[in-house]
């Protein structure tokens, strides 16, 4: 079973949903695709560059695996590289497109594939424009198009016995408990993760809170590294919720009270881009809601300064190294620890009592 995000029949990307890997024999793989398509997307092939079907494609829509049908790219990220295969700057969703090293032809790479089927796509290099810095590059062959408004022609079978699945569980003993809410992640950077992840892991609804990267490449998504202000990730944490107990919207209010948003690239004494204000939105809900909430502080001069807390799209988050995780929580007599990051959590537990674990609920 593979974790993927797929559109439903409303045409919207939904999920992440559990669907099982499309594992099928060479032979079965030939019925179903071209030669070119096989080629490339089992064989490991290159189309010659300048040739692809889809690479000037300037349509809005969605680009799903010629393979299995998963949605993998879409318009929106779609950019001119210049190298003569279709190039994206992230993925539609991280969990659909797989990575792995790839050594062959005496070169070190990172090779992409679908997640669900195997399929492999093309490879990923870390000289992409802004936002995420990486270019994801494609071979037409491995890809399928559709426009915007027939999305709702992507509804993948999965969902309908996702939904199956979960009729007895909603027809059981609780009346008043709907069909199971799928969690759903938000990933913030305040400055130093100690104290957002300490802020946000006190809070009833949130599953787990985890320290991390967020901003750049892989390969230098490690604390030294990040330190020096010059990879481009933020600091991060990545929550995992429940939207049926806390709303994003009600997360976004306490992390605009668990650190200062009006400062450019630092919180108090911590000064980099590394500590930037940031929310990276997985998707266009998220994004709205974010801007609505920086608009709604805004009108209300919520903040003696203009909000600097910048909007970018979730390309990757990397989880920190194990000592960072709950690092709060593990060293409360830290120093650090002691006077910013618990004052923070403290700060968000006396405006927001309602939201904490263990509050009477009503
Ligand atoms: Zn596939």
């Known amino acids: 079973m593979v974790r ?4 439903d029949s409303r045409g919207e990307l939904v999920g992440p949903v559990e669907s099982p890997k499309v594992e099928l024999s060479d032979d079965q793989w030939r019925q179903r695709l071209t030669p070119q398509q096989f080629e490339v997307l089992r064989s490991k092939g290159t189309e010659r560059p300048f040739c692809g079907t ?18 993998l790219f879409s318009s ?32 070190r790479r990172t090779e992409i594939l679908c997640a669900r089927c195997d399929g492999h796509l093309g490879h990923v290099f870390d000289d992409g424009p802004r936002p995420t810095g990486l270019r994801f ?39 008043k408990a709907g069909p199971s809410a799928a969690e759903e992640i938000a990933v913030f ?9 300490a802020a946000f892991a006190q809070l009833a609804g949130v599953l787990d ?4 990267y967020a901003g750049g490449t892989a390969e230098t998504a490690n604390y030294e590294d990040v330190c020096t ?32 948003p009006t400062q450019l690239n630092r919180q ?59 690092y709060a929580e593990k060293n409360p007599n830290q120093p650090y620890v002691r006077y910013h990051s618990l004052p923070k959590a403290c700060a968000v537990r006396e405006k927001h009592p309602e939201l904490m674990r263990g509050a009477a609920s009503h």
């Open 4 to 7: 993927v995000r797929v559109f």
């Open 76 to 107: 929106d990220a779609k950019f001119n590289s210049g190298t003569g295969w279709p190039s994206f700057f992230q993925p539609i969703a991280n969990e659909n497109v797989a990575t792995e090293h790839d050594d062959s032809h005496g070169m």
């Open 268 to 326: 108090g004494n911590d000064v980099g881009t590394q500590y930037r204000s940031a929310i990276l939105f997985a998707d266009e809900p998220q994004r709205r809601a974010a801007e609505a909430k920086i608009a709604e502080l805004a009108a209300a001069r919520a903040f003696p300064r203009p909000i600097v807390t910048t909007l970018e799209p979730l390309a990757a988050f990397y989880p920190a190294e194990e000592y960072h995780q709950d």
């Open 54 to 71: 889809l690479l000037d494609n300037k349509q809005q829509g969605v680009y799903t695996c010629a393979g299995c049908g998963l949605p």
């Open 189 to 197: 950077a305040g400055g130093c993760f100690w104290c957002t992840e």
């Open 209 to 212: 809170v985890e320290s991390g």
């Open 137 to 175: 590059c494609l071979n037409s062959e491995s890809l399928n198009f559709t426009p915007s408004e027939q999305l709702a022609s992507l509804a993948d079978p999965i969902l309908e016995s996702v939904a199956a699945a979960r009729q007895p569980a909603a027809s059981g003993h609780n009346p």
């Open 229 to 260: 202000g010059q990879t481009g990730h933020a600091e991060a944490i990545r929550i995992r919720y429940n939207p049926a107990t806390i709303s994003f919207a009600q997360l976004l209010d306490v992390f605009f009270d668990a650190h200062d």
